[in-house]
């Protein structure tokens, strides 16, 4: 094993830990930017570190592909590749069985993709995924598994969790850097709670370095989503990472946070950011508007980052759909958003003011107190007391805008 995972604060579910990783020593919760291949549209990797990233999530199926894990096991791994001196996870590969499902056939072997760059037959075994992942060199790599889409029921979720932990023993038999690269198993099960609690079980009887819960945020319900994480965070043990794959709306972050998730990752803060789109605490600004035109204030009043502190909500809007710069600072903005939220979690459960946190967060996000019925429920569960920022009955979710 080579991590160190210390819990530094709590707050009834909700922890803020120190998880110290080959190439850096991170607090969580956090939040992992994606760069797919090995950069985040954008930005140097200077940039990624002014910010607070910690760690950086690499695609080990469009890796392997561009620029090979030949390659990179020559130059001395991927984070050297890309000048990035803090940790890298990868993840599997597995993901592509969904997003890319027309090109992938799945046996007991493993997933057969055809080659998107020259058509060419790629046969990913779960062998094969972690030899790759022992190439690229990241801090933190993912087991296979067998992933399908959330919303599948019956007899494929359970063959795709049976699968997953059968799987879980051939990557820990390929794994051949236990010292150098924490390999973490990941709970399949769909929105059945058997399923989930089999997998749970399954994965923590193998004594990995930590956990993910996969599956989620593709296009379930909130109220699924968030008792799927509840169940498992219960489950899986105190002393490992808790990892959320795919999560990236600060709403959910937050919410996970409170049910004891660690670790998140997803592409939303910096592809949203490439339609003109701005997180701030009330939710979304869309640059692209009409009304933006004009506007001298910055994203976010609030905001110390380099973009809020230079940049005009105006100049942005004038950039936004002519030129890449445009892009760039708001991914910019974004990320820092994203990191300055993993630091105020982390803080305020060490400091043992997380409850507020949670409702002046929910506050600016819902100045009405349309509180979404799910996170109200969430809430409850995690023992945090909403009930200051809330309608006397919680709302449907519906996305924020603002202006």
Not at 77 to 99: C, E, H, I
Not at 245 to 262: K, N, Q, T
Request: glycine share 8%; charged share 20%; net charge neutral.
């Amino acid at each position: 094993m080579a991590l160190r995972f210390e819990i530094l604060g709590r707050f009834n579910r909700a922890r803020a830990s120190r998880l110290t990783l080959p190439h850096f020593v991170c607090q969580t919760p956090l939040f992992m930017p994606v760069g797919t291949q090995g950069t985040i549209k954008g930005l140097t990797t200077s940039q990624l570190e002014d910010i607070g990233c910690q760690i950086i999530l690499g695609n080990t199926y469009h890796l392997a592909l561009r620029p090979t894990p030949e390659l990179l096991d020559e130059v001395g791994g991927l984070p050297k590749f890309m000048n990035w001196p803090r940790a890298m996870l990868t993840d599997s590969g597995g993901f592509q069985m969904v997003s890319l499902l027309h090109l992938a056939d799945i046996t007991e072997k493993g997933v057969t993709f055809q080659s998107p760059v020259d058509g060419k037959p790629m046969l990913l075994t779960p062998e094969e995924s972690i030899q790759i992942q022992n190439k690229i060199g990241a801090d933190i790599i993912m087991a296979l598994d067998d992933v399908i889409k959330t919303t599948t029921t019956g007899a494929r979720v359970k063959e795709a969790m049976e699968r997953t932990l059968r799987w879980i023993d051939r990557c820990i038999k390929a794994h051949k850097r236990p010292h150098d690269q924490n390999l973490f198993g990941i709970v399949q099960g769909g929105l059945d709670p058997e399923l989930r609690d089999i997998c749970v079980k399954g994965m923590v009887e193998r004594n990995l370095p930590g956990y993910a819960i996969g599956g989620l945020s593709g296009g379930e319900d909130k109220n699924s989503f968030w008792r799927v994480v509840a169940q498992c965070t219960a489950a899986l043990p105190e002393d490992k990472p808790r990892y959320v794959m795919g999560v990236g709306y600060p709403l959910d972050i937050v919410v996970c946070s409170a049910l004891g998730a660690d670790m998140y990752d997803c592409v939303y803060p910096t592809r949203t950011a490439r339609f003109g789109t701005a997180l701030v605490p009330e939710g979304v600004l869309k640059l692209k508007n009409r009304d933006m035109a004009d506007d001298t204030r910055p994203i976010d009043p609030t905001c110390s980052c380099m973009v809020c502190k230079n940049y005009t909500r105006a100049y942005i809007h004038c950039l936004v759909t002519k030129d890449a710069m445009g892009s760039q600072l708001l991914s910019y903005h974004n990320l820092y958003y994203m990191m300055q939220l993993s630091r105020n979690l982390h803080s305020s459960i060490v400091e043992k003011r997380f409850p507020k946190f949670v409702c002046d967060f929910l506050h600016r996000m819902f100045p009405k107190g349309d509180v979404p019925e799910w996170v109200c429920d969430a809430m409850e569960v995690a023992g945090i007391d909403i009930s200051s920022c809330c309608l006397s009955s919680c709302q449907e979710y519906d996305s924020k805008n603002v202006s």
